[in-house]
């Protein structure tokens, strides 16, 4: 039966034929002819181009790791997202408590620079900045105007290597119930000045009003928070 299905099968490939005998071709040599038929430009016209491929590429790699990390990780997949969030969470936090890299500490900057300008100086150039929109330098010179305010009331020593956060301390002892927007102060000009921080229009308006309220505010002087100068003023007046 089977010696019959393949007479059958070359009649049938002679009348295909023509009459022509069937050509048969060598594996390799076949295989050779395929491989250059296919090389042809015709066949590659939509193939993906190389940065395509390489795209491909990083994800599937991307897709291997993330699965092999949630097999890894408890929960799966839901386990590994909770675990990014929280990493990504805690970094947030922190470089938004520490600044970015490179942060000077506040302890060793110091305050003013090496042109000495009065306290209405530098609110003009607070003002000046504050009505284009530079709350960066607002910040900075509005400070600046608290500090040299005080010493020209001679609440605080002049010191020339004075930092925000040291003005900030002593000037609390003359004025107790503004410890803690003295400080704020602070922080709000050494994060924009050191800290690589974008002051915002409110953060001036803070200091703004600090400014205008210790000018109206009498000091509480208790003698061990009197300046030096004070005292020694005090005491040649008596």
Partial sequence: MSGAADRA????????????????????????????ELSKRLYHENDPGLFERALNTFWDWLDDLFGAASTAAPGGVLG??????????????LWWRLGTPGRRPASTAALFDDRPRSAADHRAAAEAHATQGHWNQAVQERMRAVVRSL???????????????????????????HTGRLRSAARDFDD?????????????????????????????????????????????AE
């Avoid at 590994?80 to 936090?93: C, F, G, N, P």
């Avoid at 921080?197 to 061990?224: F, K, M, N, S, V």
Wanted: hydrophobic residues 40%; charged residues 25%; negative net charge.
């Fill in 9 to 36: 099968g070359h009649a049938l490939s002679w009348a295909r034929s023509g009459g022509e005998p069937p050509v048969t071709v060598p594996r390799d040599p076949a295989r050779e002819a395929a491989r250059r």
């Fill in 151 to 177: 010493e020209e009331r001679v609440l605080l020593d002049t010191r020339p290597g004075r930092t925000a956060d040291e003005a900030a301390a002593e000037a609390g002892r003359a004025f107790p119930a």
């Fill in 80 to 93: 590994l997202v909770v675990i990014v969030l929280a990493v990504s969470a805690a970094a947030a936090a």
């Fill in 192 to 236: 924009v000045t050191y800290g690589g921080r974008t002051a915002t229009e409110q953060a001036y308006a803070r200091i703004a009003d600090l400014d205008r309220d210790l000018d109206g505010t009498e000091p509480h002087l208790a003698h061990d928070s009197v300046p030096t100068a004070a005292r020694n003023t005090r005491q040649g």
